[in-house]
């Protein structure tokens, strides 16, 4: 019985140490594509699509810049845009996003909100995408 509970309490000590010391960026906020809808209707709000530009020319969200995340030129390009102002990025299906939304966090940015599942479920949602 001593060995249960001793085994219990060890479990969760391990528990509420793991989840207390998990990062928490409250910069980053992922979104549906409902809720990406909404914030299109923002003033100020900074859009990005950071797939390749191949990717982009096979169609994109309206109004949203291309910038390449895999481009050698990706830190300095980001570097270009307000910082304090919000950001919504997006990629094909959420890989590079989310890895970029943290780049943006690092570098400055106050608020990045990034677009679950990317393009792939934006489109798959029923949303419209400009296609060339």
Known sequence: MKKILYFSLLVCTMVLVGCKNEPKNDAIQVVTSEEMQALLEMDNVQLLDVRTPEEYAEGYIPDFQNID???PTF??????LD???PVILYCR???RSAKCAQKMVDAGFTK??????GISKWEHDGF???QP
């Open 69 to 71: 995340f895999l481009s």
């Open 75 to 80: 830190d300095q390009d980001i570097l270009k």
């Open 83 to 85: 910082k304090d102002k």
């Open 93 to 95: 299906s959420g890989g």
């Open 112 to 117: 990045v909100y990034d677009l679950q599942g």
């Open 128 to 130: 419209e995408i400009v």
